[in-house]
């Protein structure tokens, strides 16, 4: 888990997202699929771009993935923000046009590579699992 | 060849700017004032004479600064009669004002359009922690809400994510980089108007604290309190004006790939490359032709992005393009961001760089002024999933 004292910032649920932001309830990362071409539609919304198909439903994925891009904070916004770490957006294996924003955790901040395996895992927050992502030495 | 497009049926004929300042001594609207009076009678026109009105994004209503004034807060002030007017945030960044302002004219609703862009957050950081993405005590709602529990303070984040890509694509150096704020910082010593005038060196920029990798401090821009003011005329109506006009060549405003700040197709390039290509398929120039590059600076890597993207260099090659700083001087092959920029002069995003052509051709550039007739420049706007771009060209 996170050991970054200041409380993280929540997204408004609605009924697009309330499935991703708590899918971590259950252990599960849900991303829209279309149950017509099986195309994933990240942000979710009930319409598939690439066969205009409406059967889009939130389903789970495996909850791996890989760092297509992260930065390294050093600049402590707040005072209670432990520095450095990491914002990255991380593709899911399952497609690679879906990419998630999330925090690298459970390593050090200056061992995150691009293209490195990682897995998700949950942090509550009210009623928000946040996913995040750690490195994946299975994959 | 495409004489038929409507931007070239446009000019600016007038530009003024306020104070420009860490710490304003006037309210932003009265910034406002003093920058659309200077850009009326500069364009040798009167408050009558203007019948449109336009400014990006609008006022809003937070505490950052970002836009304090709005098209309703100006025309009031002025007590103007318009035929038409816009405010607004969701256009092809900040230069949409500009754009809007082209259809108008050429749709017949006004001649002369005021476009003003006002910023005051230098004060607005001295009553608070200005982040203009969470608000205390409110769930994050909006595109920027799939980034909101993740320690997401600042637009330098988001935007450090593609320069990082950046970087490991194209295999850019931390010297290279330092090149664009080295040389703005250069420009800046020249303008008396810049907030930062003293010249930085390449250990100057390394010894400055990183903010999030890549970004340094000095790759990022300075939030200041000023307005700038531009006046766009028809293109009959400008030829009857005192100053020589600027014509509006070619402009750049297509979204064609995802917009998006975490879908965003090309992390790398972000949106700019079909914007640019645009730009340049409603023009016989080339970006051989263009005498001075005024691109967006809110980082460095904007700046970086755009060479690029316009064709300056290749894919990239920015980094080699910009290498020991020469070629980008005011002296060089292709003067960037002569005022001293965002990063130097001050933020007045995007604004600063039109008010910055305009003095270059009109040979109003004192001691920074670039030699012969610099008579073609290339401006753009914004990164991530949005971008503008605009030529400017000497009637
Ligand atoms: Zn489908």
Redesign the interface.
């Known amino acids: 888990m996170s050991t970054q004292i200041p409380p993280r910032a929540l997204p408004q649920l609605d009924l697009d997202n309330k499935a991703f932001w708590t899918g971590g309830q259950n252990g599960e990362l849900l991303i829209h699929k279309c149950g017509d071409c099986g195309y994933y539609v990240h942000p979710p919304v009930n319409f598939c771009p690439e066969c205009d198909g409406r059967d889009v439903e939130p389903q789970p994925v495996s909850g791996r993935g890989t760092v297509e891009t992260f930065t390294v904070v050093h600049k402590q916004w707040v005072p209670e923000l432990r520095v450095p770490y990491v914002l990255a957006l991380v593709t899911i294996e399952e497609q690679d046009d879906v990419r998630l924003a999330t925090n690298i955790v459970n390593c050090e901040a200056e061992d995150v590579r691009f293209g490195m395996p990682v897995r998700v895992l949950f942090e509550r927050h009210e009623d928000v699992w946040t996913p995040l992502f750690e490195p994946d030495s299975a994959g | 060849m495409n004489t038929q497009y409507p931007e070239k049926n446009c000019a600016i004929t007038g530009i003024g700017q306020s104070e420009v300042s860490r710490g304003a001594t006037k309210s932003a609207l009265e910034l406002t004032v003093d920058a659309a009076l200077e850009a009326i009678a500069d364009a040798g026109l009167t408050r009558a004479d203007i019948d449109g009105l336009a400014t990006w994004p609008g006022s809003m209503d937070v505490n950052t600064g970002f836009s304090p004034v709005g098209a309703p807060g100006l025309q009031d002030a002025l007590r103007l009669k318009l035929g038409w007017y816009c405010g607004g945030m969701e256009m092809p960044g900040q230069y949409g004002a500009i754009f809007e302002a082209i259809g108008a004219i050429n749709s017949g609703l006004c001649r002369n359009v005021l476009i003003f862009r006002t910023v005051y957050e230098a004060t607005a950081r001295k009553a608070s922690?200005a982040?203009s993405l969470?608000h205390e005590g409110k769930?994050?709602?909006g595109p920027l809400?799939?980034?909101?529990?993740?320690?997401?303070?600042?637009a330098?984040?988001?935007q450090?994510?593609?320069?990082?890509?950046y970087v490991?694509e194209s295999g850019i150096t931390t010297e290279q980089i330092a090149q664009i704020s080295i040389n703005q910082r250069r420009n800046a010593a020249l303008n008396p108007k810049a907030i930062y005038r003293t010249p930085i060196t390449l250990d100057d920029y390394l010894a400055a604290?990183?903010?999030?990798?890549?970004?340094r401090l000095f790759d990022c821009d300075v939030p200041c309190d000023g307005s700038t003011a531009i006046i766009v005329s028809r293109m009959d109506v400008a030829r009857d004006l005192p100053n020589p006009p600027v014509r509006i060549e070619a402009i750049g405003t297509n979204m064609h790939y995802r917009n998006?700040?975490?879908?965003l197709?090309a992390?790398a390039t972000q949106a700019q490359p079909a914007v640019a290509e645009m730009m340049w398929s409603r023009t016989d120039l080339k970006p051989k032709d263009v005498r001075i590059a005024l691109l967006y600076d809110g980082f460095s890597f904007h700046t970086i992005n755009w060479l690029e993207n316009f064709g300056f260099c290749e894919r990239f090659e920015a980094g080699a393009f910009i290498e020991g700083g020469k070629r980008i001087a005011l002296e060089g092959e292709l003067p960037v961001n002569t005022s001293g920029g965002s990063m130097s002069a001050g933020r007045l995003h995007a604004y600063g760089a039109v008010h910055e052509a305009c003095t270059q051709m009109w040979g109003r550039a004192g001691e920074r002024q670039v030699a012969g007739v610099p008579d073609v420049i290339a401006t753009s706007t914004a990164g991530g999933p949005l971008a503008g771009a605009m030529l400017l060209v000497k009637d």
């Open positions: 922690f982040n969470l769930r994050a709602q809400a799939w980034f909101a529990p993740y320690y997401n303070y600042a330098a984040m988001q450090a994510l593609y320069f990082n890509r490991h604290p990183i903010i999030a990798t890549p970004l998006n700040w975490s879908q197709d992390l």
